[in-house]
């Protein structure tokens, strides 16, 4: 198979690019205190939470955006951005009370987008908070959990209904001051998910956000908080999509976890943002932080992401193992065609004793793409013991693209174990002949090496994700055979 | 079954097949032989339909059906197989998952129905025993850490479970030790019947003891040189290919 061919096989249609013709409720366009402070009325928040948005405000506009990555934009215009979008029959708090207030033209959205929210079709054992532009419009199977202490709603109703939570976690991880996006985030933020697992309660189901964004010009800046009490453990799904527009628009999410002793976290991700057109018109830049700190002895978190969507993708989901003998684990698909650039990767900060870490990059390039890796293994003095393994490799589709890898290590503690492997392959015609030799069509044939490739990571994936994720690669790597 | 006429392939401007004629009725099996480079593989992989080499003359006939127009999956559905002399590895892809696959891709596309797992895994498990191979080798990423003789054996598998109408071995020998090399002629010869062709491309004498062919060509400078009965492997087996030098260079050197 030429080349042309190959790429002909990868390029795609988005199939989730569709828009809802729904009435919208923004604020102006642009970013000031006002804003921020209408924001926050809007959604009836204590002074607390006001306070800390403008603390993270005004830091804000003390900081530059980062220059470090291997991503290139344009300048963004943060005053041409719309920092608030609810549709009108569900912001704030006119939020429905239950489904049958929900605007049927955004259950008819979800479901076309494959996630029905009304309970008796849903997904059994997935419970579901749907997030569209700026507010969350319906959360399912809340009173089931409920009757085992789980609290799963969206944000702003945790911030009402929790606020003692919200004030102990909240910027707990990832401070306002961390970073450009993050401080941005903390300043606008308008929902997202809270989950809270009490003492020794083992989540019966899996839990997930579905985040869309309809309105154009519009920013989405969601702020999702997961803790899971002593003993207790959760598995959470996030999975995303947007509209096909020319325009690139901005998402910068902040996402916290917070294992504490005994607990276990399992995070995973498919993003599917709207990755712009073959000539690299519009997308969505992610830009996204997300941490995770294992805060008691034998803590686990791990991060999975399935990254196919976006113009730009700039994440690093990452781990601080504070408790002796946490975990810290990190699975990445990145996958990027025509002119999508990822620059993704993890940091894992070694602090307690026999403090383990896994990473798994799995990058794969087509077209123009460009894909780095880039990750950082932290050893402090104290981790005595502590163990890393990082695997990280490049599959290249096309002759255009480009893969790099930048591993940081620094260890402090002379007893750490650090091992690093990393692999670059090239798409081989023999090995499509070779399947093809055997019955299966190009597209199998692709489709069988690139999911080979993957398997240690879809692995991790809970398993009707896997199933979506293997669905998404595939549609992400088909195209019109010539 | 097969008739190939004055087939000339190129590759990058360079020659390699000089007009090959050979014609294979169904239930017979063919030997090719000859020195390395002579263009054995060559044959084989432009058969089995890859890229890349330029068809400057002559005609390919399968099943009374042009050949050359089809990909190699139409041709694998047709029937046609290949077991590569180097067979290919692919990473994170479990044996089972690529010849389920396959499989199922095939009947799909000769309008079968498709098998279930279970039934598949009791199909396929009969042909591991017929080729004494381990459970074990269904869950391993297709080639990857066989041995070269494992790999081998892995081809005759693929080819055991698709149950090809014309099946052309590429050196499947080579790299067997003897135990290994009775297992896989059983397997080949399992296969045998009426219906069936088989071509063995093979460097040694040995394997055609376990499988015997009914007829013996010998591929020298991209023709077909020289055929005939089995006893030919057995002369070439002990006088080497230099005795049919004078007739591939004179060959060569016609107008
Ligand atoms: N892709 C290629 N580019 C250039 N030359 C090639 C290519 N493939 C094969 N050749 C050449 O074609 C000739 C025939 O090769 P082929 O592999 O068909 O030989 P063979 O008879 O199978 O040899 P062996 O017994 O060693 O397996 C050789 O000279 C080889 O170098
Ligand atoms: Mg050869």
């Known amino acids: 198979m030429t080349n042309v061919e190959l790429q002909q096989r990868i390029d795609s249609e988005y199939r989730w690019g569709f828009v809802t013709d729904i009435e919208q409720e923004p604020f102006p366009k642009g970013l000031d205190e006002t804003v921020i402070q209408r924001i926050s009325a809007t959604k009836g928040e204590p002074a607390f939470m006001l306070d800390w948005r403008l603390r993270a405000y005004r830091h804000w506009l003390t900081r530059r955006e980062p220059g470090w990555a291997t991503v290139h934009h344009p300048p963004i215009d943060y005053q041409s951005i719309y920092y608030y979008a609810a549709p009108k029959s569900g912001g704030g708090s006119n939020r429905p009370k239950s489904l049958a207030e929900v605007d049927p033209q955004l259950l008819a959205t979800y479901e076309k987008l494959g996630i029905p929210l009304r309970e008796r079709e849903a997904l059994a054992g997935v419970a579901v908070d749907a997030v569209f532009d700026s507010v969350s419009v319906a959360t399912t199977f809340k009173a089931k959990l409920e009757t085992l202490g789980i609290v799963f709603c969206s944000f702003s109703e945790a911030v009402r209904e929790h606020p003692d939570l919200v004030r102990q976690y909240l910027g707990s991880v990832v401070p306002y001051t961390d970073n450009f996006f993050a401080s941005l985030n903390s300043a606008v933020f308008s929902d997202g998910s809270f989950v809270y697992v009490p003492k020794g309660v083992k989540c019966p189901m899996e839990l997930s956000t579905y985040f869309r964004i309809n309105a154009s010009n519009s920013g989405q800046f969601e702020r999702t908080l997961i803790i899971a009490d002593e003993g207790a453990s959760v598995s959470y799904l996030e999975g995303c999509t947007a509209p096909r527009r020319d325009e690139n628009q901005l998402h910068a999410a902040v996402v916290e976890l917070i294992a504490l002793k005994d607990a276990r976290i399992k995070y995973s991700t498919v993003q599917n943002w709207y990755p712009g057109d073959a000539e690299g018109r519009g997308g969505i830049y992610n830009f996204v932080t997300k941490r995770g700190e294992c805060r008691g002895d034998n803590a686990h978190i791990t991060w999975t992401q399935v990254e196919t969507g976006s113009a730009i993708t700039w994440k690093y989901p990452s781990c601080i193992l504070r408790g002796d003998n946490s975990v810290g684990e990190f699975y990445s698909v990145a996958l990027t065609n025509h002119h999508q650039q990822a620059d993704t990767g993890t940091k894992m900060i070694h602090i307690g004793r026999d403090t383990h870490s896994t990473i798994v990059a799995k990058g794969i390039s087509a077209g123009h793409a460009s894909n780095a890796y880039r990750g950082l293994v932290k050893v402090l003095a104290g981790a005595d013991n502590a163990r890393n393994h990082t695997r990280c490799d490049s599959l290249l589709m096309s002759p255009d693209c480009a893969a790099h890898t930048f591993p940081y290590i620094e260890v402090k503690n002379p007893s750490a174990q650090v091992e690093h492997e990393a692999s670059t392959s090239k798409i081989g015609e023999d090995q499509l002949f070779y399947l093809r030799s055997r019955g299966l069509g190009e597209e199998d044939a692709v489709n069988l090496i690139v999911n080979g490739f993957c398997k240690e990571v879809f692995k991790e994936l809970p398993m009707e994700f896997a199933v979506e994720a293997r669905k998404l690669l595939a549609v992400s790597l088909e195209g019109a055979v010539g | ?255």
């Open chain 2, 1 to 255: 079954m097969l008739q190939i006429r004055n087939l000339h392939v190129a590759i990058g401007g360079k020659p390699i097949l000089n007009g090959i004629d050979l014609t294979i009725h169904p239930g017979e099996v063919h030997a090719i032989m000859g020195p390395n480079g002579s263009g054995k593989s060559t044959l084989a992989q432009v058969l089995a339909g890859r890229d890349g080499y330029d068809i400057s003359a002559g005609s390919v006939h399968y099943l009374d059906k042009d050949l050359l127009p089809l990909t190699p999956e139409q041709r694998a559905r047709a029937g046609i197989f290949l077991a590569f002399q180097y067979p290919l590895e692919i990473p994170g892809v479990a044996n089972v998952q690529l010849l389920r696959t396959a499989l199922n891709g095939q009947r799909r596309a000769r309008g079968e129905a498709e098998m279930d797992a279970i039934d598949f895994l009791e199909y396929v498990k009969d042909k591991l025993v017929l080729l004494g191979m381990d459970d074990s080798f269904l869950y391993r990423s297709v080639n990857e850490g066989f041995s070269g003789g494992e790999k081998k054996r892995n081809e005759i598998l693929q080819m055991a479970v698709l149950e090809p109408r014309l099946a052309i071995l590429d050196e499947t020998d080579s790299g067997l030790d003897i135990d290994a090399l009775q297992v896989v002629a059983h397997g080949v010869n399992s296969l045998r019947g009426p219906e069936r062709a088989i071509v063995l491309v093979t460097h040694y004498q040995r394997l055609l003891n376990y499988i015997v062919p009914d007829q013996v060509h010998v591929l020298a400078g991209g023709r077909i040189v020289r055929s005939g009965g089995r006893e030919l492997a057995e002369e070439l087996d002990s006088k080497g290919y230099a005795w049919l030098d004078d007739k591939a260079e004179f060959i060569e050197a016609s107008p």
